[in-house]
Nanobody
Framework: QVQLAESGGGSVQAGGSLTLSCAAS????????IGWVRQAPGKTREGIAS????????VYHDSVKGRFTIFRDNGKNTYVLQMNSLKPDDTAMYFC???????????????????????WGQGTQVTVSS
């Protein structure tokens, strides 16, 4: 089994920054990609960023492009989402998710598709006030 543990959520004012971390453990050898998915109150989950477990090939939702950065913490099974210039619309529960699907799935546009991911963390809340 794969376990994913998020940390780093919290409350911040608009324009501020937060750093989310996702620690992967267990049988991680079969994983191919890690993603961050968020769910705002009353809305469906949306994929916002993903990356291959090698640390390459990051993709972003248009709503966060240029503000958020996903990367692998070198030497660790930890994946980071650096969030800058936060807006009230970014308020949501943020989930780390992982996929074992083989091949260049991010290149084919599946990196922001929620159904791509089979493993999920518990989520961490991000609240941005105006």
């Amino acid at each position: 089994q794969v376990q994913l543990a998020e940390s780093g959520g919290g409350s911040v004012q608009a324009g501020g920054s937060l750093t989310l971390s996702c620690a992967a453990s267990g049988k991680t050898g079969g994983l191919n990609a890690i993603g961050w998915v968020r769910q705002a109150p009353g809305k469906t989950r949306e994929g916002i960023a993903s990356i291959y477990t090698t640390g390459a090939g990051a993709v972003y939702h248009d709503s966060v492009k240029g503000r958020f950065t996903i990367f692998r913490d070198n030497g660790k099974n930890t994946y980071v989402l650096q969030m800058n210039s936060l807006k009230p619309d970014d308020t949501a529960m943020y989930f780390c998710a992982a996929s074992g699907a083989p091949g260049p799935i991010l290149d084919y546009g599946f990196g922001l598709t929620v159904s791509t991911f089979s493993y999920w963390g518990q989520g961490t809340q991000v609240t941005v006030s105006s």
